[in-house]
T-cell receptor, first 111, second 114 residues
Framework: ETGVTQSPTHLIKTRGQQVTLRCSSQ?????VSWYQQALGQGPQFIFQ???????GRGNFPPRFSGLQFPNYSSELNVNALELDDSALYLC??????????FGDGTRLSIL | AQSVSQHNHHVILSEAASLELGCNYS??????LFWYVQYPGQHLQLLLK??????LVKGIKGFEAEFIKSKFSFNLRKPSVQWSDTAEYFC????????????FGQGTRLTINP
């Protein structure tokens, strides 16, 4: 069984740039959630996708957007990057309301 | 504001000591509760979960947690810790019905000295 995979593992960007992070769901999972984990903090819910539609959003501005594809993989896009966007971005997949399985994350650094 | 609180930021124990990590939440109504663990260099892994039924739930690696509804608490316990339990532990709550949208605590770093 293939787990949740995220790419890239590390990324360095500068302020104002745009970034796309990718996530492949675990086999059989139809729901993808994205979380932001700042250093020393717990993950914060960004949004969730179910059957290619946004299914809930946390307290993040519209410059954070996402997509889910028919194969249930997903992208997280962040526009107009700010220094505070530096964090570990986690993707988690699940089947309906079952517990989520997390990927290793993408470490994003903004200079 | 509604939140999840973990009381201990860093806990240091010796092997064979007993462990209890506190978690309180401020959501009313029906919630799902979780403990996740993150070993050094690894991804978050589910230790245990509570959806309904027996408030004492058992998870992997000898961990258990007790849901006390009146105290809005879901504390994690292990009778005898091992060096390999060194990790970051996160309590999480899903206050929504249906698909999981987790609210995490800030985490507790557990260091076990051999």
């Amino acid at each position: 069984e293939t787990g949740v995979t995220q790419s890239p593992t590390h990324l360095i960007k500068t302020r104002g740039q745009q970034v796309t992070l990718r996530c492949s769901s675990q086999s059989g999972h139809n729901t993808v959630s994205w979380y932001q984990q700042a250093l020393g903090q717990g993950p914060q819910f960004i949004f969730q996708y179910y059957r290619e539609e946004e299914n809930g959003r946390g307290n993040f501005p519209p410059r954070f957007s996402g997509l889910q594809f028919p194969n249930y993989s997903s992208e997280l896009n962040v526009n107009a990057l700010e220094l505070d966007d530096s964090a570990l971005y986690l993707c988690a997949s699940s089947r309906d309301n079952q517990p989520q399985h997390f990927g290793d994350g993408t470490r994003l650094s903004i200079l | 504001a509604q939140s999840v609180s973990q009381h201990n930021h860093h806990v240091i124990l010796s092997e064979a000591a007993s462990l209890e990590l506190g978690c309180n939440y401020s959501y009313g109504g029906t919630v799902n509760l979780f403990w996740y663990v993150q070993y050094p260099g690894q991804h978050l892994q589910l230790l245990l979960k509570y959806f309904s039924g027996d408030p004492l739930v058992k998870g992997i690696k000898g961990f258990e947690a007790e849901f006390i509804k009146s105290k809005f608490s879901f504390n994690l316990r292990k009778p005898s810790v091992q060096w390999s339990d060194t990790a970051e532990y996160f309590c999480a709550v899903n206050p929504f019905q249906g698909a999981q949208k987790l609210v995490f605590g800030q985490g507790t770093r557990l260091t076990i000295n051999p």
